[in-house]
T-cell receptor, first 118, second 110 residues
């Protein structure tokens, strides 16, 4: 089945620094990768949709200059949280599916990155 | 109105019990529906897709009611390992984005 590898699993950083999170599709080509954020006891909220070779599409209220998304290849998408602040502390998860499979088999999620900004 | 709404629970049931819960969705054009399971501090994992005729996977049964726009999940013979948060997920047919419910928490006690 489809596997999405995400790392780091957790990261603690100082306020004002930047953090990069990587998601790789290991056994399929992910033309589209979705990035989510989940706060405690809340559901996953879509932040942006990342398309290989083009600019990401951000959801309303998500700052594109703060959450930089790069999808340079069919197997790698990255999310960089720039100038992180404590309120950015959250669980960040990516997901993707093999082309045409998502509507039938759902999407595979990365293992998530727990970001703590101190 | 939220795109997907779920009863947050928690449902606290003894081992062996049957537990069932629903979720409702707002987009009548939605075509794909899923139940995901999420354990504490972990990523969601696909439990099962939900088909129009209803489907069963072992102890889990999912139903779809398009007229009333709700999906249900029933767990029979609950196990301790079924304790988790169950996420109702609906796929937007136009942009393939997933909409998540906030999750229903199930706790199975010995």
């Amino acid at each position: 089945g489809a596997v999405v590898s995400q790392h780091p699993s957790w990261v603690i950083c100082k306020s004002g620094t930047s953090v990069k999170i990587e998601c790789r599709s290991l056994d399929f080509q992910a033309t589209t990768m979705f990035w989510y954020r989940q706060f405690p006891k809340q559901s996953l909220m879509l932040m942006a949709t990342s398309n290989e070779g083009s600019k990401a599409t951000y959801e309303q209220g998500v700052e594109k200059d703060k959450f930089l998304i790069n999808h340079a290849s069919l197997t790698l998408s990255t999310l960089t949280v720039t100038s992180a602040h404590p309120e950015d502390s959250s669980f960040y998860i990516c997901s993707a599916s093999a082309p045409g499979q998502g509507t039938v088999y759902g999407y595979t999620f990365g293992s998530g990155t727990r970001l703590t900004v101190v | 109105r939220k795109e997907v709404e779920q009863d947050p629970g928690p449902f606290n049931v003894p081992e062996g019990a049957t537990v069932a819960f629903n979720c409702t969705y707002s987009n009548s054009a939605s075509q794909s529906f899923f139940w995901y399971r999420q354990d504490c501090r972990k990523e969601p994992k696909l439990l099962m897709s939900v088909y129009s005729s209803g489907n069963e996977d072992g102890r889990f049964t999912a139903q779809l009611n398009r007229a009333s726009q709700y999906i249900s999940l029933l767990i029979r013979d609950s196990k301790l390992s079924d304790s988790a948060t169950y996420l109702c997920v609906v796929n937007n047919p136009t942009d393939y984005k997933l909409s998540f419910g906030a999750g229903t928490t199930v706790t199975v006690r010995a």
